[in-house]
C-alpha cells in the first residue's frame, strides 16, 4: 500500500473526543463516566492507527471497523473493568501445572483463607495471655505431628524438628545458604543444576570422595539438590544420601537437601517411585530439607524448610526471614491443607486426589463425553496415555490415563487448541501429533459437562 493512502485512511478515524460523543455510546458514558469512556477510546484507536501502519487494515477493512467502532470501545471498557487473572480448566494433564497455577485448593482451605482475610486474626498474637505472639506457630504444631511425631514413632532417634515458612521453595534455599553458609563455601554435585557453590564431580558422575576432598576449612554446607526438572540417564553415579550424611557427620559440616517438591505422604502407593518424601530425607539424618507449598504438598505457594530445630532457629534469627515471610492468607491455607494430612484426609487434598485417579475411573468420563458429542466432522477418540505429575516431580514420573482425543475434517489441531481456549472459562488442552488431547485426570468432574458443552460448540 502506497504512504499516501495510509494518510487517507488515518483521516478516516475519528478523534478521541468525537468517538466519545458517538451517540451509541451516550449510555455507556452515562454509566461508567467521561475518563473511562476516554480511555478506552483512545485504546481502539491506537490499535487501529497499529493496524493501519502494519497495513492489515485496508481502505474496505476500515469501512468495517468504523461499523463497529461503538460497540469496539464498550468491548473494550468492559474488559479493562473485568479481571485479568481468570480461572481455566486444565486439561492437560499435567498436575502441577506452573503456567496454570500449580496446586489448586480445595473448598474447606478456600473457607479458611476467607474467614482469616476478612477479618482480624491472632496471627500474631497470643489470646489467652493477651501479649505478642508468632506468626509461624500456627504452622509449626501440624508439621510437629506430621514429621517429628512420625519420626519419633518410627524410633529413628531422630532430632526434634522444627519448620518454617517462605514466600517460595527459591527463597528457602536462599535463607538456608544465607543463614548457614554466609562467607563460606558450599559443596554442590556438577549434575545437580544450580548456581550456587563449589561444583563437585561430572554431571553424570559425583561420587562420596568427590565431595569429601572438596572438603576445604572453608565449607560450611553440604547441599543435595533434587534433580527435579530434568533426568540424567545412563552411565550416573551419585552418593546414597545415607553415605552423604555420614560425610556430614563426620566432618562436622551440616547437610541441607533441596526436594523441591517435597511429598508429604508415600508417593510408592500411586506408582511415583523415585521421589524423595519429606520424612524420608529427615529419617535418612539430613539435616534441613526445602521444599515447595504448591507442589506435592498441594497447598498455597511457600517455601518450607524443616530441620534440626536449632538449625531452624537460627534461620528464624536471620534478619532475610522477615524479608521473605509469608501472610495470614498462606499461613491459612496452608494451615487447612495440614490439617487434612493430620485427619489423613488426602482425597480432600486436590493433587493427591488427582494422582489416585486411575485410568479406568478417567475412562468412563471421557466415553461419557465423547457419547454426547455429535458434530459432523468432528472425532473425538477414547484412547490410553500419559499424565505428568510435572512441577519439578521427578521427570519421569507418569500416571497411566485415558485421553479425549480430537481431529477435525476442516480444522487444524492448533485451530482446535485456540477454539476451546476460546470458550468460558477457557480450556487448556495438549496437541500432539496433530490431535487435540484432554486429560481429564486434571479437570474436575463438575467441569465434565463444560467440556462436553464446549466440544459440541466448538
Ligand atoms: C520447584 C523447585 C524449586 C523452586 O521452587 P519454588 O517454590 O517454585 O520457588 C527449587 N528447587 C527444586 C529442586 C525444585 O523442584
Not at 132 to 146: A, C, P, S
Request: glycine share 8%; charged share 25%.
Amino acid at each position: 500500500m502506497k504512504a499516501a493512502s495510509k494518510a487517507d485512511l488515518y483521516r478516516k478515524l475519528p478523534s478521541v473526543d468525537e468517538l466519545v460523543h458517538n451517540t451509541e455510546l451516550a449510555s455507556l458514558v452515562s454509566r461508567e463516566g467521561q475518563a473511562a469512556a476516554t480511555d478506552s477510546a483512545r485504546a481502539v484507536l491506537a490499535r487501529l492507527r497499529d493496524e493501519i501502519t502494519s497495513g492489515r487494515l485496508d481502505a474496505g477493512g476500515i469501512e468495517i471497523a468504523l461499523s463497529g467502532i461503538a460497540s469496539a470501545v464498550e468491548r473494550e471498557l468492559r474488559q479493562s473493568l473485568s479481571y485479568s487473572l481468570r480461572t481455566v480448566i486444565n486439561a492437560t494433564g499435567v498436575i502441577l501445572h506452573t503456567n496454570l497455577g500449580r496446586a489448586p485448593l480445595t473448598a474447606s482451605v478456600v473457607q479458611h483463607i476467607h474467614e482469616v482475610a476478612g477479618n482480624y486474626s491472632n496471627l500474631e498474637f497470643e489470646i489467652d495471655k493477651g501479649v505478642r505472639g508468632r506468626r509461624d506457630i500456627h504452622v509449626d504444631r501440624l508439621f510437629r505431628k506430621l514429621l517429628s511425631e512420625e519420626l519419633a514413632g518410627a524410633g529413628a532417634g531422630t532430632h526434634d524438628v522444627s519448620t518454617i515458612v517462605v514466600n517460595n521453595n527459591a527463597a528457602a534455599v536462599l535463607l538456608a545458604l544465607n543463614t548457614l553458609a554466609e562467607g563460606g563455601e558450599v559443596i554442590v554435585s556438577r549434575g545437580e543444576l544450580v548456581e550456587i557453590g563449589r561444583e563437585v564431580g561430572t554431571t553424570n558422575r559425583t561420587r562420596l570422595t568427590d565431595y569429601e576432598s572438596a572438603i576445604t576449612d572453608k565449607t560450611r554446607l553440604l547441599l543435595r539438590v533434587h534433580r527435579s526438572n530434568f533426568q540424567i540417564t545412563g552411565f550416573t553415579e551419585q552418593p546414597r544420601i545415607e553415605e552423604l550424611v555420614s560425610l556430614a557427620r563426620k566432618r562436622n559440616i551440616p547437610l541441607l537437601e533441596d526436594l523441591g517438591s517435597g511429598a508429604l505422604i508415600d508417593l510408592r502407593s500411586v506408582g511415583v517411585n523415585d521421589e524423595p518424601g519429606v520424612l524420608e530425607s529427615l529419617r535418612s539424618g539430613v539435616e534441613v530439607v526445602t521444599y515447595s507449598g504448591d507442589k506435592l504438598l498441594g497447598g498455597p505457594q511457600a517455601g518450607i524448610l524443616s530441620g534440626r530445630s536449632n538449625l531452624i532457629a537460627r534461620m528464624r534469627a536471620n534478619s532475610l526471614f522477615r524479608a521473605l515471610r509469608v501472610d495470614k492468607l498462606t499461613y491459612a491455607a496452608l494451615e487447612a491443607t495440614l490439617l487434612a494430612y493430620v485427619k489423613h484426609d488426602h482425597d480432600a487434598i486436590p493433587v493427591l486426589r488427582m494422582m489416585r485417579l486411575s485410568k479406568d475411573e478417567i475412562g468412563k468420563r471421557a466415553k461419557t463425553i465423547a457419547e454426547k458429542i455429535r458434530r459432523p466432522g468432528l472425532s473425538v477418540r477414547v484412547m490410553a496415555g500419559e499424565s505428568v505429575i510435572g512441577g519439578g516431580a521427578a521427570p519421569s514420573a507418569v500416571l497411566p490415563t485415558t485421553l479425549l482425543a480430537i481431529t477435525s475434517k476442516t480444522r487444524s489441531a492448533d485451530e482446535l487448541a485456540a477454539r476451546l481456549r476460546a470458550s468460558a472459562p477457557p480450556i487448556i488442552a495438549r496437541v500432539e501429533d496433530a490431535q487435540v488431547l484432554l486429560d481429564l485426570r486434571t479437570v474436575f468432574p463438575e467441569q465434565d459437562e463444560t467440556v462436553a458443552v464446549a466440544l459440541q460448540e466448538i
